[in-house]
């Protein structure tokens, strides 16, 4: 099932890419104009448990200047089901995003109302990166939603995280990620969360790196009736390997990992890790992104939990 930490780390994919360097990321263009844009996206997982979610999604965009900047709307339709139980939702939202391309300075926002089984929340997912130094990046990062189980979604049950994380650049060569949050569900749950990651990088062309990586949260209360999974303590070591690579202005990126999990100090268990990615240049006409990927873990159906994700995006402009 996917929980509020597979969700999580979704959301928060884009802290990996703090650690890498704009590699011969687009000059900005002399004159930029503003266009209206309509595009259309889908989000797409399943996992072991034969649990799984479909959100396919409308966009306007009344302001789009490229990917990186633009304000817009999204009209999501949501599909959940596991076996014999099923669930819809909808949800409208509000997009604005402002980035510096070649830095990756600046901000960006999803704020919405999302309706399912009766219950209503207000989501929020937003970010705010800014780099003091030339070798310093800091990012603060919100986000609120549903938890997507079965039982959390009956019951109405949301979380809202909130951290921080600084990437620090060690030389040339090598990154040094942090990452500090806290997670806040309703039911009364709360998760402490951290995060390292060393990353090198052998050549500056090549877009190879080699990363060490940790991530570890501890929960306020275990017994969650089953909800979501939730072990009082949990960390997981890992060695990925990440390669990135530009041509005539298409980026893609694969990230191979495998590692072991610790839960409440005594289960070990290997975890496996495969995503990739494609976006098409930041400016132009059209703006296409693609996504798939794929992880092995442990959840309380037992140690050998697979959870696998498809996404896309496509924005015209007109």
Same mark, same amino acid.
């Given at each position: ?5 597979? #969700? ?26 503003? !266009? ?13 448990? !034969?649990?799984?979610?479909? %959100? /396919?999604? /409308? ?64 989501? &929020? ?27 959390? +979604? ?11 994380? /600084? ?8 990154? +040094? ?28 062309? &090549? ?6 990586? #940790? ?8 017994? /969650?009736? %089953? ?5 009082? !303590? ?33 289960? !070990?268990?290997?975890?496996?890790? +495969? ?18 990927? #794929? ?21 015209? &402009?007109?």
């Amino acid at each position: 099932m996917i929980d509020a930490l597979k #969700y999580f780390a979704a959301v928060a994919s884009g802290f990996v890419f703090l650690a890498s360097p704009c590699e011969g990321a687009e000059e900005k263009s002399k004159e930029e104009t503003t !266009n209206m844009a309509f595009g259309t996206d889908f989000y797409l997982t399943n996992d072991s448990d !034969n649990f799984q979610s479909r %959100r /396919v999604s /409308v966009e306007f965009f009344p302001a789009f200047e490229n990917a990186d900047r633009f304000l817009g709307f999204r009209l999501g339709d949501y599909q959940y089901r596991q076996n014999n139980w099923q669930r819809t939702g909808k949800k409208i939202s509000f997009l604005a995003r402002s980035i510096e391309t070649r830095t990756g300075d600046g901000g960006a926002m999803e704020a919405g109302l999302f309706e399912q089984g009766g219950h209503t929340l207000l989501t &929020l997912d937003g970010s705010y990166r800014m780099s003091p130094t030339k070798s310093t990046a800091v990012e603060f990062l919100v986000t609120r939603d549903w938890v997507e189980t079965p039982k959390s +979604l009956d019951r109405g049950i949301d979380f809202s995280f909130v951290g921080v994380a /600084v990437d620090q650049g060690l030389g040339s060569h090598v990154t +040094l990620v942090g990452l500090l949050g806290q997670q806040f569900f309703s039911d009364s749950n709360r998760r402490d969360h951290a995060r390292l990651r060393l990353i090198y990088q052998p050549s500056l062309d &090549l877009g190879l790196t080699l990363q060490a990586r #940790y991530r570890t949260y501890r929960s306020s209360h275990e017994d /969650v009736d %089953r909800a979501y999974f939730n072990p009082k !303590n949990y960390s997981e070591s890992m060695l990925a390997v990440g390669w990135r690579h530009r041509f005539q202005g298409w980026t893609a990126a694969l990230t191979a990992g495998l590692g072991n999990e610790t839960i409440n100090h005594d289960l !070990n268990q290997p975890t496996r890790l +495969l995503d990739l990615s494609l976006q098409s240049p930041v400016r132009g006409s059209q703006v296409f992104r693609f996504g798939a990927g #794929y992880s092995r873990s442990t959840t309380f159906s037992g140690p050998s939990y697979t959870y696998r994700y498809l996404r896309g995006e496509w924005v015209i &402009l007109f």
